[in-house]
């Protein structure tokens, strides 16, 4: 093979891998002097030149002239004057002699397995190169397409038809793909294992997420707005503090957009997930009331040295707070960084110690109890805010019969 059709064809096979052309140059020179050292066994006074544009190397040998017969003659580094002459008559002992040494020189197989050990390091580079370029991109969104749907993990291809893995884990449970769907999602990470790199992407992290309002609301992609913290449940709900640096924006209402308009595309890109967008807020009282939100709270208290805080609410707004499969709950704790645990307001005192009726099956017979359940009532307190009369009046059970129901109900509280 003739020097120029090697450089051109490993110069077209370097360009398709997108490696730029001082690299490619360093590349092949590193590939020729341990060429060179192999037949010559130093590449101290070798030149290569290489026109990659042009498809040219040229291999250039220099040696000192030296005088006949000189004791410390070395054929690799010196020429006698005689030999030197018969090639250009004016050279003078002490010159340097050029001489280009053609590739033919090195023999077919010496080429050949240059040639293989070119390709084998533009390969390597192109690994380099793909891992290099994608640690530069952990936490940004990549579009890429489905390539393969696995068991454990959906490989997909970038525009350069450079393989990308996402997870299982990495995946919203609702995600459903199939070959040749376009598929957005975050560089989680990038890894080198034993020599090829591996790109790992996610869409269940918050990262993916705040790059998606980023996208999505120009405020926060210019920093007007700041994104503080990002808890998810992926694909089910997510709590979004968010903060305005102006006085004038109205940080929630800018991120959800008029009739949510902004909001509705991230949640349709995340599966449906329910987005709570909170008003982050340094009153940490304040902030644990906005991320039980829909939940009204009544009181708080916080106790920093357990890194609990417990929350007092009414008995109709406790589910609010848990939420479904205790959601809300566990993500407002995770977005104020404190366990949270939820109380029960009781209305008045007297509620604190009522008993159910029930409880007293060991003293008042069967039939009593269900007349009283009969006219709704059910506790204890509830047969005393009524009066003897009104018992009688309203039950079907003896004058001596409310007498001891009283009488044993309000012992149990004295």
């Not at 790109?199 to 210019?222: A, D, K």
């Not at 009593?368 to 009046?393: H, P």
């Amino acid at each position: 093979m003739e020097a120029g059709q090697l450089i051109e064809s490993f110069a077209e096979f370097a360009k398709t891998k997108n490696i730029d052309r001082p690299t490619m140059i360093r590349v092949v020179e590193d590939v020729f002097r341990t060429m060179i050292r192999k037949v010559y066994n130093t590449d101290e006074n070798f030149d290569v030149i290489i026109n990659t544009d042009k498809g040219d190397l040229e291999i250039w040998r220099y040696r000192e002239i030296v005088e006949d017969e000189d004791d410390f003659f070395d054929e690799n580094k010196h020429i006698w004057i005689s030999e030197a002459k018969k090639i250009e008559k004016d050279f003078e002992i002490g010159e340097q002699y050029a001489e280009e040494i053609k590739l033919e020189a090195f023999g077919r197989r010496l080429v050949q397995t240059a040639r293989q050990t070119l390709i084998q390091k533009i390969k390597d580079l192109e690994k380099e190169v793909l891992f290099n370029k994608y640690k530069e991109l952990v936490g940004e969104i990549v579009v890429g397409e489905v390539y393969q749907v696995l068991g454990k993990e959906i490989v997909v291809t970038d525009s350069e038809k450079n393989e990308l893995v996402l997870p299982k884990s990495e995946q919203i449970y609702k995600d459903r793909y199939k070959k040749g769907d376009p598929i957005r999602a975050i560089v989680h990470r990038a890894e080198m294992i034993n020599g090829n790199p591996k790109i790992i992407l996610s869409r269940t992290s918050p990262i993916f997420m705040e790059r998606l309002f980023e996208g999505e609301v120009p405020e926060v992609y210019e920093g007007v707005i700041t994104i503080r913290k990002i808890v998810r449940e992926p694909g089910d709900r997510a709590k979004v503090a968010v903060e305005s640096y102006d006085d004038r924006i109205d940080p929630v209402g800018a991120c959800v957009g008029m009739k949510g308009s902004r909001i509705h595309s991230i949640v349709r890109e995340c599966c449906n997930e329910n987005i709570d967008v909170i008003n982050y807020t340094e009153n940490i009282d304040l902030l644990i009331s906005r991320a039980l939100a829909p939940a009204k709270v009544t009181a708080i208290k916080i106790d920093e040295r357990k890194g609990r805080a417990s929350v007092t609410l009414k008995r109709d707004q406790v589910s609010l707070a848990i939420g479904k499969n205790g959601q809300n709950i566990k993500l407002a704790s995770k977005l104020v960084a404190l366990e949270i645990d939820v109380y029960r307001e009781n209305e008045n005192e007297e509620e604190e110690e009522d008993v159910e009726l029930t409880e007293f099956s060991d003293v008042l017979e069967e039939w009593i109890i269900e007349e009283l359940q009969r006219i709704g009532l059910d506790t204890a307190r509830s047969v005393l805010t009524l009066t003897r009369d009104e018992l009688i009046r309203r039950t079907d059970l003896e004058e001596e019969t409310v007498d001891f129901v009283l009488e044993v109900l309000k012992k149990e509280f004295e």
